[in-house]
């Protein structure tokens, strides 16, 4: 395979050169429009916090320091340690929660499957009803005891019917064809899955699973909630929990009219923010290009038939 | 009865197939929905879920007598056709004339750089925004100053922010989008492209007898996952981007942050829980219309 | 497909570990080991007076919530506290923290999840005491309860704020006891003040002159920077109102500095409500407050410290810090603080500002509030919570003053959520050995409100019950950002429309009921107290 895959190798007239032009032009704008505000995220955050206070953000770092990043980096072995929660936590859970949402998916786009519709209705029902956390709390910590248990992180984004749904659009862009040949050489429906749609999916999957990923790399949600020992946290929650504390400490301050609490710190609160959107943005952009490769060439089913 | 155990008999493999997740989805989804009664209750701590008194309709009273129902479902479901629109065109676009690029590099970099948006928190956000708009020395006014126009005071005039807001969710948006229709794209079978190509199409021809048609699918699940939500409020971006600043409110109040003021201070469960219930009913109503719609259409298509 | 299966299986394998070590990391603090109470167990029958009590016979350990966070001494400084502790009353305490950034969601999940523990921090509005109270999450505290299991609290708190904790005919707080001032000041620019020609400011009037001068002769500084809300703490000093307790907003005032006049006024027909909004639009047309006001994330010392605004106003502590602050990275600009209407006698804020509850579902609330006691009156116990191990992270100078040291950070003074069991009867003041002009003008400031504390009002210790208007006040809320602020700010083109629509809007969302309700419990608290 290569780049021409999707031009079917005729893009030499004049009508791919307007478009080539017309390409250039607004997707480099939409992606220099993207640019800009992260670049100024990142040179805030090697700024001084005063001179982000008295003269706002700009494209180069105001009176560089390090400061946010010494925050942030305070105690290295506690960072270290939230990384590797986090990495793991994201790379088992994408791995199950991508194989539950596809093979889920592969059921529900099988026209012989009687009640795929049915099913379809009973999973989508929940993204639209759902009982508050009051009961999902009662649930995670009074009957399945998952308090300080990382399968209280695991759980909650195991399954996404948003991306089941996607998953199953992606499916049924497959040809039945390819589907009832492979029933037909003997394959059962599990073998079928693997050998047949797998590959047929690859950009779906890696797109899927990209999503998954980032929500297991965002999460901090569920470590407030479940997660109370510090050795346990995963990255997004130590950091959000740094970032929030101070916030949330001065506003109380601002509405908590006794002098009984003690003075407001003196500690970067603008640009500490700023540097833990690079801190936690850094590992997944390297990581994107991986996924890339999928988006730039697809796949072609005639070679998976031959 | 015998049928239908024949039936379930032809289904076996699907249905073990599926269980994993049926367990899942009744145990996460389905057990805690009994918290929806709270929309009928006077919750109390010891009372707990089942066992607080009833307290009727009373927990859907503030939202309805509030006068500002209608405005606020009125906004929540117009910011968000605006955003479903402009999203889904701007992503579309994206996906369409990347893929029609030679360089990998380009390709790679821009998608790359598309991404940003969605790291960048609201809270971080807000805080350009600011910097942008603010009346004392947002750099679109020095702009405008410098270029011997007035200021214009932004924060203190509603109608600039259906514009503003609208901007700011496709710039956030658009790089999670848009890997959706690429994956769609990379998805089409070469062999089509190759017969279009035989027929003489030319690009642009190729590109509206075949990409977009082969993307339809794609484009109608996202779209009415999205129209599944079309009463709920992105309540991160309006409360970050809009927050106190009551002088919008009339053109940027939605559900969500409604319920958020005159919650905050008393915190009642019920009436979160009532107004949770609105919004849920009227998304379930409009998304079985739409999927109906669908459905006649073409059955693949839909949803359910 | 093999190559995928040993995978799952793999992966399968490495949750199941994952979960069994966290089963295994989770323990120490699902199961409430009490080190302390293993360490010395026979210590207890020891010397107190409590010691023969069956109260205290079996040893129990008290979990207690604190909010913000753990310092890095805190665990030290608890194991001297529970040594003390486990010999008075047989009893440890085990804290844990739910930070700021969480107590707002984990705070009613702790009651509404079936926690178990014992005693809780709590304050009025943002400690979460009204809304607790309203849901049934506290244990109710009878004064014969009070007085059997913490006589000397009882000897303590004054009656007034046993009042102001009441709600609908309980108490659910022990209340701090110290005297705070609801009196904000103001940190104003000095160079700037001389620049203009007043050496001092003594006035409402003359404050607000000053700044018109600022405004018309300075560009890049403005009076006041980002406020919202405009000036209308200031003007109810002035005019010597306070708000009710349990208002909405400003909805309702009575007049603090008249104790014979026990009337409520509501907001928008009280007579000066029109002058003073004119008067915010004109302060807003001069310039006093930025136009970004309503939409600025701002705190409140940002414009000071940054040169952006000539002043702050906040409550006198604070004014002195940012005052501080502010010199020391520009020593020219000569920040003093300013008490803008010196003639008024100053008022004491509330007591319920903050406060300790017993959880309602707690197995040893007796203990609970014997544990209370000891925090709030044993001088031993006290100096620790507030300043930490003596000699480690304070120095005592004499019986009411410490200094610090090197050390003072590792446990922080009054950092770690005491504020509950503030005692003024044994809190110590700190002793600053170089004083700096903003420390002087502070004490002089406080020693002169000290002296000029207004008398007692019968509705100081007045407590609103909400329970009936819940709907009325969430619809009031959501108006307030819209409707209110603005005007408050002076940011309308049109007074009297301004006005009415206000009006109009809160008497649809039912401020007439909450009135009403107001007049009654007001009453009711009159006929009580006489």
Not at chain 1, 3 to 31: E, M, P
Not at chain 1, 67 to 81: D, G, K, L, N, Q
Not at chain 3, 12 to 19: C, D, I, N, P, V
Not at chain 3, 219 to 231: E, K
């Amino acid at each position: 395979m290569n780049d021409q895959t999707r031009t079917g190798g005729i893009s030499n007239g004049l009508d791919a050169k307007v478009l080539h032009a017309i390409s250039y032009v607004f997707n480099g704008a939409i992606a220099l429009v993207c640019l800009i505000p992260f670049v100024m995220v990142v040179s805030a955050s090697f700024s001084s916090e005063d001179a982000i206070s008295k003269t706002g953000f700009g494209l180069l770092p105001k009176d560089f320091s390090l400061e946010a990043y010494s925050t942030v980096f305070a105690e290295p072995m506690i960072i270290v340690r939230a990384y590797a929660v986090t990495v793991l936590l994201t790379l088992c859970g994408t791995l199950i929660a991508l194989f539950l949402q596809t093979m889920t998916a592969y059921v529900l786009s099988r026209k012989d499957f009687a009640w795929r519709n049915g099913f379809s209705f009973f999973f989508y029902f929940t993204t639209l009803f759902n009982g508050g956390l009051v009961p999902y709390y009662l649930l995670m910590t009074q009957y399945l005891h998952l308090k300080n248990n990382y399968l209280a992180l695991l759980l909650p984004l195991l399954f996404s019917v948003y991306n089941l749904l996607i998953m199953k659009s992606y499916i049924m862009a497959i040809p039945d064809s390819l589907i009832y040949a492979a029933k037909i050489d003997g394959c059962g429906e599990m073998r079928t899955l693997f050998s047949v749609v797998f590959p047929m999916l690859k950009p779906a999957l890696a797109t899927v699973g990209l999503f998954i990923a980032l929500a297991y790399w965002n999460d901090w949600y569920s470590a407030m909630l479940y997660i109370s020992n510090d050795k346990m946290y995963p990255l997004q929650y130590f950091l959000y929990n740094k970032v929030n504390n101070i916030e949330a400490y001065k506003k109380i301050l601002e509405s908590h009219a006794g002098s009984g609490v003690a003075a407001a710190i003196n500690m970067p609160t603008q640009t500490l923010k700023m540097a833990l959107t690079v801190v936690v943005t850094g590992p997944i952009i390297l990581l994107y290009p991986l996924v890339q490769k999928y988006y730039v060439q697809g796949i072609t089913i005639g070679a998976v038939k031959g | 009865m015998n049928k239908f155990l024949r039936k379930l008999n032809k289904n076996k493999i699907f249905l073990i197939m599926l269980a994993p997740a049926v367990v899942y989805a009744l145990l996460f989804s389905y057990l805690p929905m009994a918290g929806i009664v709270l929309a009928f209750k006077k919750y109390t701590y010891a009372g707990g879920i089942f066992g607080s008194a009833w307290n009727g309709l009373k927990n859907f009273e503030f939202f309805f007598r509030s006068g500002k129902a209608l405005l606020v479902s009125k906004n929540t479901v117009l910011y968000n056709l605006a955003f479903i629109i402009l999203n889904t065109l701007t992503q579309m676009t994206v996906a369409i004339l990347l893929v029609e690029l030679n360089g990998k590099y380009f390709k790679k970099i821009a998608q790359s750089l598309m991404f940003l948006p969605y790291f960048i928190s609201w809270v971080i956000v807000s805080v350009i925004a600011f910097n942008m708009l603010s009346n004392d020395f947002g750099f679109v006014n020095s702009f405008l100053v410098s270029m011997g126009f007035e200021k214009i005071s932004f924060y203190n005039n509603g109608k600039y922010w259906p514009v503003i807001l609208s901007i700011f969710n496709v710039w956030k948006s658009v790089g999670y989008g848009s890997v959706l229709y690429l994956a769609a794209i990379m998805g089409i079978d070469t062999e089509v492209y190759d017969a279009a190509a035989i027929d003489g199409a030319n690009v642009f021809q190729r590109i509206f007898r075949v990409t977009i048609p082969q993307m339809a699918p794609t484009m109608v699940i996202l779209l009415l996952l999205s129209i599944g939500g079309i009463f709920r409020g992105n309540f991160d971006m309006f409360y970050n981007l809009v927050g106190n600043n009551g002088i919008l409110h009339p053109a940027t109040d939605v559900i969500d942050t409604f319920t958020f003021r005159a919650l905050i201070t008393n915190n009642d469960f019920g009436m979160s829980a009532a107004v949770g219930l609105f919004q849920s009913v009227l998304c379930f109503v409009t998304v079985l219309v739409a999927n109906k719609l669908v459905n006649n259409y073409d059955p693949d298509y839909s949803l359910f | 497909m093999k190559r995928a299966l040993s995978l799952l299986v793999a992966l399968a394998m490495f949750a199941m570990t994952l979960s069994a070590c966290a089963g295994n990391q989770s323990s120490p603090t699902t199961q409430p080991a009490a080190p302390a109470a293993t360490e010395k167990p026979e210590s207890a029958p020891a010397d107190s007076g409590n010691s023969g009590n069956s109260e205290t016979a079996d040893p129990v350990v008290l979990k207690m919530y604190l909010l913000g966070e753990k310092s890095k001494d805190f665990d030290a400084v608890y194991d001297k506290i529970n040594e003390i502790m486990k010999a008075k009353i047989n009893a440890t305490v085990e804290a844990s923290f739910l930070s700021w950034a969480e107590h707002d969601t984990k705070y009613s999940l702790l009651f509404s999840g079936n926690e178990d523990f014992d005693l809780i921090f709590t304050a009025a509005t943002w400690g979460h005491y009204e809304t607790t109270v309203a849901l049934g999450g506290f244990y109710p505290l009878s004064f014969d309860f009070i007085k059997q299991y913490a006589p000397d609290i009882y000897e303590v708190v004054p009656p007034v704020a046993w009042d102001q904790a009441e709600i609908g005919g309980s108490i659910y707080m022990v209340p701090q006891y110290n005297n705070e001032f609801t009196n904000d000041a103001y940190a104003v620019r000095g160079d700037l003040m001389e620049k203009y020609g007043y050496s001092t400011i003594s006035g409402f009037d003359q404050l607000t002159e000053f700044f018109s001068k600022l405004a018309a002769g300075e560009s890049g500084v403005s009076p006041r920077g980002n406020i919202q809300g405009g000036m209308i703490y200031e003007y109810f000093q002035k005019e010597g109102y306070s708000t009710l307790p349990g208002t909405p907003k400003e909805f309702f005032l009575y007049k603090s500095m008249d104790v014979s006049d026990t009337s409520i006024n509501y907001l928008l027909e009280w007579d000066k409500f029109e002058e003073y909004c004119y008067l915010m639009k004109d302060f807003y047309e001069q310039g006093f407050w930025s136009k970004d006001s309503l939409a600025s994330m701002d705190q409140r010392q940002d414009g000071l410290l940054r040169g952006t605004s000539a002043t702050m106003a906040w409550n006198l502590g604070s004014c002195k810090t940012y005052a501080t602050e502010a010199n020391l990275a520009h020593p020219d600009w000569n920040v003093t603080l300013v008490d803008i209407i010196p003639d008024i006698p100053k008022q004491v804020s509330s007591y319920i500002n903050n406060g300790m509850a017993i959880n309602a579902n707690s197995k040893n609330k007796e203990r609970a509030m014997m544990a209370l006691n000891l925090f709030y009156t044993d001088k031993e116990i006290h100096d620790l919570a507030f300043y930490g191990i003596e000699g480690v992270h304070w120095k005592a100078i004499g019986d009411d003053a410490y200094s610090t040291t090197d050390r003072t950070g590792d446990y922080g003074i009054s950092a770690n959520c005491n504020w509950a069991w503030n005692n003024m009867n044994i809190n110590r003041d700190e002793y600053i050995e170089n004083p700096t002009p903003a420390d002087i003008k502070f004490q002089e400031i406080l020693d002169s409100w000290n002296g000029n504390i207004r008398g007692e009002h019968p509705l100081d210790g007045f407590s609103f019950d909400k329970a009936s208007v819940t709907n009325e006040l969430a619809l009031i809320d959501s108006l307030v950002a819209q409707y209110y602020t603005p005007l408050l700010s002076g940011m309308v083109d049109d007074v009297p429309k301004a006005i009415a629509e206000l009006k109009k809007q809160v008497e649809n969302a039912g401020i007439q009921k909450v009135h009403d309700e107001f007049k009654a419990q007001v009453a009711a608290h009159i006929a009580a107290q006489s």
